[in-house]
């Protein structure tokens, strides 16, 4: 339960607290939720596939939102900014649709 | 070995097969075999510090959309409210403006009536502001109504003048110029455009398709409308060089058709203003 109390509490903090995003950062804001989603699903099926374990799961979060927002940042340099972000959300937009697909199965047997 | 079917595909199947991160299976096969799956109902620090980061961004996010999404909305409807009261302050102006031309008007005539030589200064200033286009005309007209030739299915009346795209039939801002200005030599006193009273240095000019008078974009068709002497101004009209020109026009399939009424009211120009005023020498200015 401690990790839910984790979630609840980051979100209540996150929306009390309204933290500022420095501008240079706030393009990747949105790139970082979908990594994060994307771990956060990972993390769920692999939950109910009986395997999961909290250092792979704390660092695939870390991993995915900083490599997500470097590679949107590389494209901003290179001036493919918006082409690579959109390579980047079909890519965690398809591992988020078919982990979800895993854990319906799981949930509901179908 | 026979390739795969969708070889072509294999970064989407690849995607599509292996969506969870290999990092969990290899965690599973590092585990002593017989352990089992760790509880994750377990505490543990690091996953409560996951999961705080985790929540911290989705809330962050959210805040943000939220927030970019009210100041959207805000700008907008300030930007409406400020239209909108502009928009009120230029009708009570133009209003005023209005009253005051009528009582300027009103205390020339008081005045000019006065004097003999007031009264032919009126009737000068009179025939002055109807050539001009100071004053609104009424009297006998001549009409000229053009209409740009059908195109494929659509008439041209139904075209957006700024985006249907140009077509061999359609009236063009010289086509306009010769015709009203035909219908100044047949006589007549006071010419419109659609409403548009036109003077001395009112422009009939083109932007895009469109054609504008004064600057105003006209949509057609077009209806030219001559104050004069009707019966006079339509003979003259049809035996020069409009009539040709018209019948001209017929052969590119744009369609005219020329009409007298008893009385048309062609409204004042807008564009008239005053550019030059002196005190005549010998008059008292009142300081």
């Keep these: 339960m401690i990790a839910v109390l984790g979630l609840v509490v980051g979100i209540v903090g996150g929306l009390f607290l309204e933290p500022t995003v420095p501008t240079g950062l706030q393009p990747y804001l949105p790139i970082a939720v979908v990594a994060a989603l994307d771990a956060v699903f990972g993390g769920l099926r692999a939950v109910l596939d009986g395997i999961f374990d909290d250092k792979v799961f704390v660092v695939s979060f870390v991993a995915n939102v900083l490599v997500a927002a470097l590679i949107v940042y590389l494209g901003d340099q290179l001036g493919v900014g918006s082409q690579l972000s959109t390579g980047v959300v079909v890519v965690l937009g398809i591992r988020i649709f078919s982990n979800a697909a895993a854990i319906r199965r799981h949930l509901f047997q179908a | 070995m026979q390739p795969r079917y969708d070889a072509s595909m294999s970064l989407l199947t690849n995607l599509m097969d292996n969506s969870l991160d290999e990092g969990y299976a290899q965690a599973a096969a590092r585990r002593p075999a017989g352990a089992g799956p760790r509880d994750w109902r377990r505490p543990g620090w690091l996953l409560l510090v996951g999961l705080l980061a985790v929540g911290l961004l989705l809330a962050t996010a959210a805040a943000q959309a939220r927030a970019r999404a009210s100041s959207t909305a805000e700008t907008r409807s300030a930007l409406v409210r400020e239209v909108q009261a502009r928009t009120t302050a230029?009708?009570?102006?133009?209003?005023?403006?209005?009253?005051?031309?009528?009582?300027?008007?009103?205390?020339?005539?008081?005045?000019?009536?006065?004097?003999?030589?007031?009264?032919?200064?009126?009737?000068?200033?009179?025939?002055?502001?109807?050539?001009?286009?100071?004053?609104?005309?009424?009297?006998?007209?001549?009409?000229?109504?053009?209409?740009?030739?059908?195109?494929?299915?659509?008439?041209?009346?139904?075209?957006?003048?700024?985006?249907?795209?140009?077509?061999?039939?359609?009236?063009?801002?010289?086509?306009?110029?010769?015709?009203?200005?035909?219908?100044?030599?047949?006589?007549?006193?006071?010419?419109?455009?659609n409403g548009q009273r036109l003077t001395a240095l009112s422009a009939i000019r083109s932007a895009g398709d469109a054609i504008l008078v004064d600057f105003r974009p006209l949509s057609p068709p077009y209806d030219i409308v001559g104050v004069g002497d009707a019966g006079a101004m339509r003979t003259s009209f049809l035996e020069g060089f409009g009539g040709s020109y018209l019948q001209a026009l017929r052969d590119y399939g744009i369609d005219y058709s020329l009409s007298t009424k008893h009385s048309a009211r062609l409204a004042e120009s807008s564009g008239v203003m005053l550019r030059y005023a002196d005190v005549p020498s010998g008059t008292e200015t009142h300081k």
Excluded: Y
């Design chain 2, 90 to 193: 230029n009708d009570t102006l133009e209003k005023g403006l209005e009253r005051d031309r009528a009582a300027v008007a009103a205390t020339r005539r008081n005045a000019l009536r006065l004097t003999s030589e007031g009264k032919a200064l009126a009737a000068r200033l009179a025939t002055l502001e109807v050539v001009t286009g100071a004053s609104p005309v009424i009297g006998p007209a001549l009409v000229i109504h053009l209409s740009d030739a059908p195109s494929d299915g659509n008439n041209g009346a139904d075209v957006d003048p700024r985006t249907g795209d140009a077509a061999d039939g359609r009236l063009t801002d010289r086509d306009l110029q010769t015709v009203v200005n035909e219908v100044w030599a047949s006589g007549a006193e006071a010419v419109a455009v």
